[in-house]
DNA sequence: GATTTTTCTTAACCACGATTAAGTTTTTTT
DNA sequence: AAAAAAACTTAATCGTGGTTAAGAAAAATC
């Protein structure tokens, strides 16, 4: 599990034994059930989690009780809320297990500590927040540009092993529409 | 000018006069006109600047030929096209001066070198970015959870300076929705 | 100051996707 | 295996905000 992250650092950054090491004395290891709350709404976000196995989502509770998809994120992915992380301020956001998972986090009290001795982890998280970024302005992008249909039919195309993942009503979410809309789609699918 | 840049960095990271000599001698200065163009689609992005004086904008061709505003840049703002800037891709966006402006750039080339000299500036990096990633997930919360008349109603209270500097037809399209919309939105408010 | 270009407004019509509500299927729990 | 909970489907109704088109106002240019 260690090892996917080290392989991970290692595609931005180069990162010796010795660091291996060093980062490996750094990180906590931690495994959530299914349905496990890793940041509720109002609370700091003390870590930022790297996935080794299963599947998290963030979302926020909107004034009608319903919940809007944020973010999902599977293996290999980081997840936190940099806003609350960064500025120790209370999150608006839920980060809960879809599946089980193992995770590895960064507590925010050590990360200074550890950019220090290993100087290139400064590097790495700049150029993982710069991908996150590109990515949210993609989805901007696609919320703007394309009809509730079309961003379905892009997601299926570009991401298919989430589909089998992740429940619909939670897609759904994700993509800005509702379930009941997506049944629709489905249907419409499978009529043709 | 580069005073407003040093000045920014502070807030973020330390910078002796020294690291200021360097970094004067590694940046670009430009001035641009109204309605010229920084970065236009089909180019690779080899710059990132920052504004010391006037406004940018960047934003898509949509298919029916209309323009989608991306995102606006006022005094202290860095923008770039960061997937492009960094993978050395074609951009999918064009970066366009909404008033005339003075600009600091730092070009892609001289990037990587600039942060050897300077390693603090990896850091500020990566705390701008952050900050970028977590304004556009607020966005993206907008277009979930607010109507598009709750979203003028808040980009008003939130950013009133930024309502008499643009167009409102740029405003608009920032916002998700038609300007025949906004028309409607601004008519309802002079009656009440 | 006159002309052109850019920006904003008004109004009629309409389509997409939300809402509501009930029912079905699948998964989880006991 | 039975019961409960979670997830998905179907269909009718309705409202928001898009589209179209024409004109007015403001700003830029000559």
Redesign the interface.
């Known amino acids: 599990m260690f090892e996917n992250l080290v392989r991970h650092i290692q595609k931005f950054v180069a990162l010796n034994e010795e660091e291996q090491i060093i980062l490996r004395s750094y990180v906590k290891f931690e495994s959530i059930k299914k349905k496990q709350y890793l940041l509720e709404e109002g609370h700091v976000c003390h870590a930022n989690w790297f996935i080794g196995k299963g599947c998290l989502r963030s979302y926020?509770l909107?004034?009608n009780g319903n919940k809007?998809m944020?973010q999902f994120a599977i293996e290999n992915w980081w997840l936190t809320d940099?806003?609350s992380f960064?500025q120790k301020k209370p999150s608006?956001l839920f980060i809960q297990a879809v599946e089980d998972c193992e995770l590895i986090s960064i507590d925010d009290r050590i990360q200074d500590e550890l950019?220090i001795k290993i100087?290139q982890l400064?590097?790495y998280?700049?150029?993982i927040?710069?991908k996150?970024?590109?990515a949210?302005?993609?989805?901007?992008?696609y919320?703007?540009?394309l009809s509730p249909e079309e961003r379905f039919h892009h997601f299926n195309n570009n991401f298919p092993s989430f589909i089998q993942r992740v429940p619909q009503y939670m897609l759904a979410s994700y993509l800005?529409f509702t379930p009941e809309f997506l049944s629709k789609i489905r249907a419409k699918i499978a009529d043709s």
């Open positions: 926020t909107k004034e809007q944020v940099y806003f960064e608006q950019f100087p400064e590097r998280f700049r150029l927040v710069q996150s970024y590109a949210s302005l993609m989805r901007l992008q919320m703007f540009n800005g």
